[in-house]
């Protein structure tokens, strides 16, 4: 089993949306997910409860009883576990990233977003674990130019060496009007908000699967 968490320390980045979305990706490929929802709000539970359909299987968790709720998931032949991280714990944060195989982490091109990412990164580097930071809520490009405020931010996201995810997700009403019903924007009408998480789940799989093929330890970041 390969192991997500979905990390912001700072909250309304969108990490929720994220790791949702990513378990649903897997659930829409038919891998068998687990989604293990620590944010005290339960939100990512809210928002797949909500699901008409069959989707990935579910859970609430803490830092305490993730290590256990991990081996429930082994033994249970699950294939993916996403851990939807609470914002601002950052033990219950740390304690996620020890488990997982990599470790997303979500940021708004905004300076108070920016400014939260440099800790998370500093925290996942520190644990060595490989990594990938994704570009949210981002406004859409007009005629093919990004605005002011993700040039901004892809330039501090270089300076901090954040490896950054070939897909930024723009700010799309697709997003929250599918998680309404406890869908993906892979399942709706919306192309655009669809083939950016397709090309998100396709970065992180193959970064799963390159954890295990390697199945060591991999190298620090710098």
Same mark, same amino acid.
């Not at 359909?53 to 033994?75: D, I, Y």
């Not at 470790?103 to 998370?120: E, H, N, Q, S, Y």
């Given at each position: 089993?390969?192991?997500?968490?979905?990390?912001?320390?700072?909250?309304?980045?969108?990490?929720?949306?994220?790791?949702?979305? *990513?378990?649903?990706?897997?659930?829409?490929?038919?891998?068998?997910?687990?989604?293990?929802?620590?944010?005290?709000?339960?939100?990512?539970?809210?928002?797949?409860?909500?699901?008409?359909?069959?989707?990935?299987?579910?859970?609430?968790?803490?830092?305490?009883?993730? *290590?256990?709720?991990?081996?429930?998931?082994?033994?249970?032949?699950?294939?993916?576990?996403?851990?939807?991280?609470?914002?601002?714990?950052?033990?219950?944060?740390?304690?996620?990233?020890?488990?997982?195989?990599?470790?997303?982490?979500?940021?708004?091109?905004?300076? *108070?977003?920016?400014?939260?990412?440099?800790?998370?990164?500093?925290?996942?580097?520190?644990?060595?674990?490989?990594?990938?930071?994704?570009?949210?809520?981002?406004?859409?490009?007009?005629?093919?130019?990004?605005?002011?405020?993700?040039?901004?931010?892809?330039?501090?996201?270089?300076?901090?060496?954040?490896?950054?995810?070939?897909?930024?997700?723009?700010?799309?009403?697709?997003?929250?009007?599918?998680?309404?019903?406890?869908?993906?924007?892979?399942?709706?009408?919306?192309?655009?908000?669809?083939?950016?998480?397709?090309?998100?789940?396709?970065?992180?799989?193959?970064? *799963?699967?390159?954890?295990?093929?390697?199945?060591?330890?991999?190298?620090?970041?710098?």
């Amino acid at each position: 089993m390969r192991t997500l968490a979905v990390i912001a320390l700072k909250g309304g980045s969108g990490k929720t949306t994220v790791a949702t979305h *990513l378990a649903l990706a897997a659930h829409l490929r038919g891998q068998d997910a687990l989604l293990l929802d620590m944010d005290r709000q339960r939100s990512a539970l809210n928002i797949l409860s909500a699901r008409p359909e069959t989707g990935p299987e579910m859970a609430a968790s803490s830092g305490p009883k993730l *290590l256990s709720a991990k081996f429930a998931a082994v033994a249970r032949g699950k294939r993916l576990l996403v851990i939807d991280t609470p914002a601002g714990a950052v033990e219950d944060v740390s304690e996620a990233i020890v488990l997982a195989d990599i470790a997303v982490m979500v940021v708004r091109p905004t300076l *108070l977003d920016l400014a939260g990412l440099a800790p998370t990164l500093s925290l996942v580097r520190g644990l060595q674990k490989p990594s990938t930071v994704v570009l949210s809520q981002a406004p859409a490009p007009e005629d093919g130019v990004e605005s002011p405020l993700v040039r901004r931010a892809l330039r501090a996201l270089d300076y901090m060496r954040a490896p950054l995810a070939p897909v930024t997700l723009r700010a799309r009403t697709a997003f929250q009007t599918a998680l309404e019903t406890g869908r993906s924007v892979e399942e709706t009408q919306d192309p655009a908000a669809a083939a950016e998480i397709a090309a998100l789940w396709e970065h992180v799989e193959g970064m *799963l699967a390159w954890a295990a093929e390697e199945d060591l330890p991999p190298p620090a970041q710098p």
